[in-house]
């Protein structure tokens, strides 16, 4: 490794170039060790050593020449003690530098090659590339399956199989059993006062009075059914169409249950709304809305729910006990209009003459009821019994249904309802707002009037349905 010449001393004259000498191109010039002060030079001027801001020190032995501006020099650090006396710097020996080509080239210059003397700079490590969040794909809006549609969870197969006939068809469970127990009071009211109208015919009065008695047989007549159906019910027989759509899956809910499904007829109500109805001894009848908007999982539900009415006896028990109450019923409508128009003609007359006619009325009435041994007081607490019976029915007929498989189906049915009986008190109490008025509340009488259960106390009684069974 060549050492650069020392600088002349004092009194000395200063070096001139060798012309001879070849010239090099200038290189880039590696950090110098730590000196005390530059050393003095006479006759010429002292080199500058490089500051933070001062290019590296220009020797005359070697020509200048633009140093690129990436090999740029960092400021040499100085130390706090100096050595005594100054010595020259120690330079690298210069390595090969490319022959200079044009100023336009484009060849990268020669990497920095760091002085063995001078510590190595750790290299500087790469930050964490972080890794870009993987694309995913937003999912696509479900779109609701049609209730024809086979792929539907609740769609059952309606395809023809062979069917296993129950024993016993038809009963009256204990439900059925209290309806028509409930129903003794209002029986016995309608028989005293059956028995008032035969006394105005005569001699056929006894024949009314046993006419009357023999009438509940109507409930099973199907001629008379199909008055009910129609007259009260403001039912209709199922058009080609519909009764292509109902069958297969009636015929479907009879075989689970081990019924004659010819034995019932289907009926339709042209109605908007989810609902069904079990009447007499025959009448199975569905809204428009059930049979065009329910798959026929759902659908085979409500008709499953039905189809309990009447294998339990519901049906024909309140529709036999709302026939022999129907006289007592009436009479007490007239009794009631009757007695309306008495005070109102009373007080025209004064309060003397209404305090009369209180008189009359309330000796009539006790005299009934110690006649009777009471049993017209029982009338006041009936409605809310037969409510209570009622909704017991409507429990067994959801078991009857959840027994025959038809468990999911019915409990998405009942949410369903649910969800149309809080959009109904959702505009009741903004109608209610709109004229400044509170939203209506439910009493606690009318919730004792309710014939059916409310939707929480369904789901409950359809959990052991619900759940999975064991493996065997």
């Keep these: 490794m060549s050492q650069p010449q020392e600088p002349p001393y004092p009194g000395s004259p200063p070096p001139h170039p060798d012309p001879a000498a070849p010239t090099a191109p200038a290189y880039p010039q590696p950090p110098q060790p730590p000196a005390a002060a530059a050393p003095q030079y006479p006759g010429t001027p002292p080199p500058t050593y490089p500051t933070a801001a001062a290019p590296p020190p220009a020797y005359p032995s070697q020509p200048q020449g633009p140093i690129p501006p990436q090999h740029a020099q960092p400021p040499y650090p100085h130390p706090a003690h100096p050595a005594r006396y100054p010595q020259p710097p120690q330079y690298p020996h210069p390595t090969p530098y490319p022959a200079p080509g044009p100023a336009t080239s484009t060849a990268p210059p020669t990497p920095y090659q760091p002085n063995p003397a001078t510590p190595p700079i750790p290299a500087p490590t790469a930050p964490p590339v972080p890794t870009p969040p993987i694309p995913t794909t937003a ?143 025959h009448i199975v ?12 999982g759902e659908l085979a539900a409500v008709l499953a729910h039905e189809l309990g009415h009447h294998v339990g006896g519901h049906a024909w028990s309140s529709l036999l006990g709302y026939w022999y109450a129907l006289p007592g019923r009436i009479a007490w409508r007239v009794l009631r209009a009757v007695s309306s128009a008495v005070f109102r003609v009373s007080r025209l007359f004064s309060c003397f003459g209404m305090g009369i006619v209180v008189l009359v009325f309330g000796a009539i009435a006790f005299a009934t009821i110690s006649t009777l041994y009471g049993l017209p007081l029982l009338i006041l607490g009936v409605p809310y019994a037969l409510a209570a019976v009622g909704r017991r029915a409507e429990l067994r007929a959801d078991q009857h249904a959840a027994a025959l498989g038809f468990a999911p189906m019915l409990a998405a049915v009942l ?35 309710a014939s059916h259960p409310d939707h929480h106390t369904r789901l409950h009684h359809l959990q052991p349905y619900l759940q999975p069974k064991p493996q065997r």
């Design 139 to 281: 999912a696509a809006p479900v779109t609701p399956l049609h209730p024809d549609d086979p792929a539907h969870p609740h769609h059952i197969s309606t395809d023809r199989r062979r069917i296993h006939l129950s024993d016993s068809q038809r009963g009256a469970d204990v439900t059925a059993i209290g309806n028509l127990l409930l129903y003794l009071p209002h029986f016995l009211s309608s028989l005293f006062v059956m028995a008032l109208v035969s006394l105005l015919f005569g001699g056929l009065g006894v024949i009314v009075f046993f006419a009357w008695l023999l009438s509940g047989a109507l409930v099973f007549h199907r001629p008379t059914e199909s008055a009910i159906a129609r007259r009260l019910l403001k039912l209709r027989h199922p058009t080609p169409q519909e009764r292509a759509r109902l069958e297969p899956v009636w015929r479907e809910v009879t075989a689970r249950a081990g019924v004659e499904g010819r034995t019932y007829e289907l009926w339709v109500e042209d109605s908007d709304h989810l609902n069904a109805v079990a009447a007499a001894g």
């Design 285 to 296: 009848g569905v809204t428009r809305f059930a049979m065009n908007q329910l798959p026929n």
């Design 415 to 449: 949410d369903k309802l649910h969800q149309a009986e809080q959009h109904q008190q959702a505009q009741a109490a903004a109608i209610a707002a709109y004229h400044g008025q509170p939203p209506p509340q439910e009493s606690a009488l009318s919730k004792l009037l």
